[in-house]
């Protein structure tokens, strides 16, 4: 399963005001340096298990500025290791375990101001291997 999109390395790109559907391994996928911003990212169905499906994969050596952003169905809404990372004021509903997970990042990402809404107690935010600025986020029940 391809992603939707893919930034190879070395290349820059911005992504403003889109809205992304599919059903791969990624909405955009990143080897390179995305500015992601005020798109909207629909999946059919949230898989729990099997290949990855992840709104915005950051691989290692990208740099991820993800804010301001809609997404609903994806495992994870944004997943990068060893990667830069911003992601601020998105909001993110339906997701699998974690919402927003960096692991060995580069740099210290800041993770501010986000909506996180699950109809189960879900993890947040994780970040392993480093620390983060994390502030203001809330994990929240839909409404009903």
């Known amino acids: 399963m391809p992603p939707v999109v893919m930034v190879f390395k070395g ?3 911005d992504f ?32 729990t298990v099997g290949p990855p499906q992840f709104a915005v994969w950051g691989l290692p050596g990208s740099d991820i500025v993800f ?4 997404v609903s169905g994806w495992r994870h809404a944004l ?9 601020c004021y998105n909001r993110v509903t339906n997701y699998g375990t974690v919402a927003i997970k960096v692991d060995q ?4 990402p800041m993770i501010i101001g ?3 809404e699950s109809e189960r107690d879900r993890e ?8 983060g600025v994390v502030r203001n986020n809330r994990v929240e029940l839909p409404n009903p």
């Open 114 to 116: 986000n909506v996180l």
């Open 16 to 47: 403003t005001g889109n809205t992304l559907r599919g059903s791969g391994v990624a909405g955009i996928r990143a080897e390179g340096t995305v500015r992601v911003t005020n798109n909207t990212f629909e999946t059919p169905g949230l898989r």
């Open 79 to 87: 997943v990068a290791e060893k990667a830069g990372v911003t992601a």
């Open 67 to 70: 804010t301001d952003n809609k």
């Open 11 to 13: 290349a820059e790109a």
């Open 105 to 108: 990042p580069i740099g210290t």
């Open 124 to 131: 947040g935010i994780a970040i392993s291997g480093g620390e």
